[in-house]
């Protein structure tokens, strides 16, 4: 089975940092795109950030650029996102994803990030 499963959300006041984890299982790693979306209340879920698995390529929302790092770690199976200078509007919950080759698409339960003014 598939099985993605974040970790490290909580509590932080704006300006702080929280850091975010994704252990995947299940799939070959690298053959995915993996990244994180997140729902903030009443919201639509948005993208944050993504790497492509062919080269590594790495895409980020415009509103997280400057402020989140996304990275993964292929030997662990773990994809992970730093998050920095957090905003009141970054509170939400965040939800790791993989796209495999052919369109498949896993998602973990998300874990919540409450950002205090």
């Known amino acids: 089975d598939v099985r993605l499963v974040e970790s490290g959300g909580g509590l932080a006041q704006a300006g702080g940092s929280l850091t975010l984890s994704c252990v995947v299982s299940?799939?070959?790693?690298?053959?995915?795109?993996v990244g994180w979306f997140r729902q903030a209340p009443g919201k639509e879920r948005e993208g944050i950030s993504c790497?492509?698995?062919?080269?590594?390529?790495?895409y980020y929302a415009d509103f997280v650029k400057g402020r989140f790092t996304v990275s993964r770690d292929i030997a662990k199976n773990t994809v992970t996102l730093q998050m920095a200078s957090l905003k009141p509007e970054d509170t939400g919950v965040y939800l790791c994803f993989a796209v495999g080759p052919t369109g498949g698409q896993y998602w973990g339960p998300g874990t919540q990030v409450t950002v205090s003014p």
């Open positions: 790497i492509v698995n062919e080269d590594a390529t790495i």
């Open positions: 299940g799939i070959t790693f690298n053959d995915y795109a």
